[in-house]
C-alpha cells in the first residue's frame, strides 16, 4: 500500500512527540534510536527516513514543540481586540503554568529544553519558534492604554519570553516554586505598566526576584 503526504506527516510528529517523551525519561544518550521508534510504533528505518542522526531528531522536536504550543497558546489572538495588556498577559502565563505543571509532553518539552539540549547542542543552535512567541507575545502587549514613555512593546515581549524561560527552567528544577496565578498580578502589572515602581517583586515561592522602577524605558 503506497504512503499518503499524510500518513508520512503523521509518522513525522509521532516521531517527534516520542523523540520529547524519550529524552525526558532516558535523556540524551539513553534515547536512542532503536527506543524512539519503538515509542513511536514504527521501525528503525523509518526514523531514519525522517531524520538524519539524534542531533537533527532533537533540533526538530524542539522546534516543533515550540511552535505546536505557541499556535496553542496564541490561537485566540485575533480575538482579543478588547482585551487589556494585563488581562492578555496573565492569560498567557497562567495557562503556560498550567501546561507546565498538568500537561505531560509540555513538561517533556521543558525537561528536554533544559537538561538534554545543553548536552547535544551547540549554543548557537537557533530555534526559530521562539522568534515567533516574541513576536505574538508583542502583538498581546500592543495596547492604546500604554504611554509613550513606557518600553517598546518588543522590549517588554523579551522581558515577558525570559520570564517564561525562567519558570521552565524552574517547573525541571523547583516544581514547587512555580508561581500561582494570583501571585503573577504584581508582575504583570510591572510589565505593562512599568510607571508603577514594584518594591520587593515576589512571584515564585517567597524568593524577592527584583525591585523594578522603569522610568523612560530603563530599568535600574
Known amino acids: 500500500m503506497r504512503r499518503t503526504a499524510e500518513d508520512a506527516a503523521r509518522t513525522r ?17 539513553g534515547a536512542t534510536f532503536e527506543y524512539v521508534a519503538e515509542r513511536a ?3 528503525r528505518g523509518a526514523l531514519n527516513h525522517h531524520f538524519r542522526d539524534k ?5 526538530e522536536a524542539l522546534e516543533w514543540g515550540w511552535r505546536d504550543y505557541g499556535q496553542r497558546l496564541f490561537a485566540q489572538d485575533n480575538d482579543a481586540a478588547d482585551t487589556s495588556a494585563h488581562d492578555a498577559l496573565k492569560a498567557l502565563l497562567t495557562e503556560f503554568t498550567r501546561l507546565l505543571t498538568g500537561d505531560a509532553r509540555f513538561r517533556a518539552l521543558a525537561s ?14 537557533h530555534n526559530s519558534a521562539l522568534d515567533e512567541w516574541h513576536d505574538r507575545i508583542e502583538g498581546l502587549i500592543s495596547k492604546p492604554e500604554r504611554d509613550s514613555a513606557s518600553p517598546t512593546s518588543g522590549e517588554i ?3 515577558v519570553l525570559v520570564l517564561l ?6 517547573a525541571v528544577n523547583r516544581p514547587q516554586d512555580i508561581p500561582q496565578p ?3 498580578d504584581a508582575a504583570i ?9 514594584v518594591e520587593a517583586l515576589d512571584i515564585v515561592g517567597g524568593a524577592t526576584l527584583m525591585d523594578i522602577n522603569v522610568v523612560g524605558g530603563q530599568n535600574r
Do not use: C, H, I
Open 157 to 159: 515581549a523579551s522581558l
Open 41 to 43: 510504533g514504527v521501525t
Open 165 to 170: 524561560q525562567g519558570f521552565t527552567v524552574t
Open 112 to 125: 528536554t529544553t533544559v537538561l538534554v539540549a545543553p548536552q547535544a547542542l551547540e549554543y548557537s543552535e
Open 55 to 59: 542531533q537533527a531528531l532533537l533540533t
Open 13 to 29: 510528529v509521532a516521531l517527534l512527540e516520542a523523540a520529547l517523551m524519550s529524552f525526558e525519561e532516558k535523556g540524551w544518550r
Open 182 to 184: 494570583d501571585e503573577l
Open 189 to 197: 502589572a510591572a510589565l505593562v505598566n512599568p510607571a508603577n515602581k
